[in-house]
């Protein structure tokens, strides 16, 4: 089956600054790798997501690329402010094949006023 | 349109005993599908289903059914619980196809004793 694997595990970083996270997939089935965003006590919220007939996607500060051949996936947020702080997951799953999704173990991101 | 709703919000349950955890949806989904949460990890698959009367296994399957009667409702039963059934759960739905994001309901946090 899939295992997806996602670093770093907790990320610090100033205001202002931009934020990477990585994850890697093992399944080359893999066709969907959405990102979410858990805050403490409330559900995974979907922030972005990206399919894999497209290399980049952007919204606003956040942003994903994706690397078919080499299997993985980052996640990039620039200008940080702290209400980004929370944990992120990313995923895998196949389109079309029920939606299960595997996820990647969180990154804690802290952003530092 | 209240999207897709656990019940309940907490529970404590003593090893041995059973429960159902609810879920239901109002959004017309055909794909559902319930995760474990446990701390400092990603989501784990339970089980899901792709439509009415069709169930399978994810990662994490056992001491624990499913059925799918209607495409709105999608309970999780605990048969016999135990301690390591302590988490947090999650059931989500989406769209099959090209309609992909999967929505979370609020959790149930669970803990055996």
């Known amino acids: 089956g899939e295992n997806v694997e996602q670093h770093p595990s907790t990320l610090s970083v100033q205001e202002g600054d931009s934020a990477v996270i990585k994850c890697t997939y093992s399944?080359?089935?893999?066709?969907?790798f959405p990102w979410y965003k858990q805050e403490l006590g409330k559900r995974p919220q979907l922030i972005i997501d990206?399919?894999?007939?497209?290399g980049e996607k952007k919204d606003q500060r956040i942003a994903v690329t994706l690397n078919k051949t080499a299997k993985h996936f980052s996640l990039h947020i620039t200008e940080t402010q702290p209400e980004d702080s929370a944990v992120y997951f990313c995923?895998?799953?196949?389109?079309?094949?029920?939606?299960?999704?595997?996820f990647g173990g969180g990154t804690r991101l802290m952003v530092k006023p | 349109n209240a999207g897709v709703t656990q019940t309940p919000k907490f529970q404590v349950l003593k090893t041995g005993q059973s429960m159902t955890l609810q879920c239901a949806q109002d959004m017309n989904h055909e794909y559902m599908s319930w995760y474990r949460q446990d701390p400092g990890m990603g989501l784990r698959l339970i089980h899901y289903s792709v439509g009415a009367g069709i169930t399978d296994q994810g990662e994490v399957p056992n001491g624990y059914n499913v059925s799918r009667s209607t495409t709105e409702d999608f309970p999780l039963r605990l048969l016999s619980a135990a301690p390591s059934q302590t988490s947090v759960y999650f059931c989500?739905?989406?769209?099959?196809?090209?309609?992909?994001?999967?929505?979370f309901g609020q959790g149930t946090r669970l803990t055996v004793v």
């Open positions: 399944d080359s089935a893999s066709n969907y």
């Open positions: 995923a895998a799953s196949i389109l079309n094949a029920g939606n299960m999704l595997t």
């Open positions: 990206i399919r894999s007939n497209v």
């Open positions: 989500a739905s989406s769209y099959g196809g090209a309609g992909t994001e999967a929505f």
